[in-house]
């Protein structure tokens, strides 16, 4: 079973908004309120980028420059959900983005995708005109 369903992906002209979902299933609901979660995303032939990360408790986040100002994570602890808003998207955003909970001991601002496990199957994200 997937541990994270990801939704919310399309295609949106650039300056345009999208809100991604993560839900949480099966055995990674669990422990999914006190474990921070991340989303990475990955475009066409290039590596795998950590795009921001939220505390446990969701008071506390973390972006990557590419993210920041543009981009808020926040999340739903009693429906084990996590969210990504985009806002101001631009064409340099397209990727397949993914969420992925941290292992015990992984920092709300863990940025390395290998301090990160159970990861969903990914949602994509095209911004074009």
């Known amino acids: 079973q997937v541990p994270f369903v990801e939704s919310g992906g399309g295609l949106v002209q650039p300056g345009g908004s999208l809100r991604l979902s993560c839900a949480a299933s099966?055995?990674?609901?669990?422990?999914?309120?006190?474990?921070?979660m991340a989303w990475f995303r990955q475009a066409p032939g290039k590596e795998r980028e950590f795009v921001g990360s939220?505390?446990?408790?969701?008071?506390?986040?973390y972006y990557s420059e590419a993210a920041k100002g543009r981009f808020i994570l926040s999340r739903d602890n009693v429906k084990n959900e996590v969210y990504l808003q985009m806002n101001n998207l631009q064409p340099e955003d397209t990727a397949v983005y993914y969420c992925?909970?941290?292992?015990?001991?992984?920092?709300?601002?863990?940025?390395?995708?290998?301090?990160?496990?159970?990861w969903g199957q990914g949602t994509q994200v095209t911004v074009s005109s």
């Open positions: 992925a909970k941290g292992h015990m001991g992984t920092s709300w601002s863990d940025t390395m995708d290998d301090r990160y496990g159970d």
């Open positions: 099966g055995s990674s609901v669990r422990t999914f309120s006190v474990s921070a």
């Open positions: 939220i505390a446990f408790h969701g008071a506390s986040t």
